[in-house]
């Protein structure tokens, strides 16, 4: 089983960055692809960005690429989402999630078996 908590949002203007972080537990990081996802009030959780434990499958959601950027440091069981040109469309709680690499479902929410308890990104304009 794999434990995240997630850290790092906050309140930010248009325009602005921000970079989340998530720590890992439990057991061992290698073979679990780690993923953010974010879910704004009314709406359904969402994929946002997904890395394999190499890194060298990556997975952005369109309306993120080009201004997020998702990377982990697997010695520290860390990853970050680093948050750029924010909009206020972006304003949701983020959250870490993991799941076994299985070479698939990498932006399936159902896919992800291991969740944080979110944290708040909010982004005025």
């Known amino acids: 089983q794999v434990h995240t908590v997630e850290s790092g949002g906050g309140l930010v203007q248009a325009g602005g960055s921000l970079r989340l972080s998530c720590a890992a537990s439990?057991?061992?990081?290698?073979?679990?692809?780690m993923g953010w996802f974010r879910q704004a009030p009314g709406k359904e959780r969402e994929f946002v960005a997904s890395m394999n434990w190499s890194g060298g499958t990556i997975y952005y959601a369109n309306s993120v690429k080009g201004r997020f950027t998702i990377s982990r440091d697997n010695a520290k069981d860390l990853v970050y989402l680093q948050m750029n040109s924010l909009k206020p469309d972006d304003t949701a709680v983020y959250y870490c999630?993991?799941?076994?690499?299985?070479?698939?479902?990498?932006?399936?929410?159902?896919?992800?078996?291991?969740w944080g308890q979110g944290t708040q990104v909010t982004v005025s304009s």
């Open positions: 439990g057991r061992t990081f290698r073979n679990y692809v």
């Open positions: 999630a993991g799941k076994y690499d299985d070479r698939k479902g990498y932006d399936k929410v159902d896919e992800y078996g291991y």
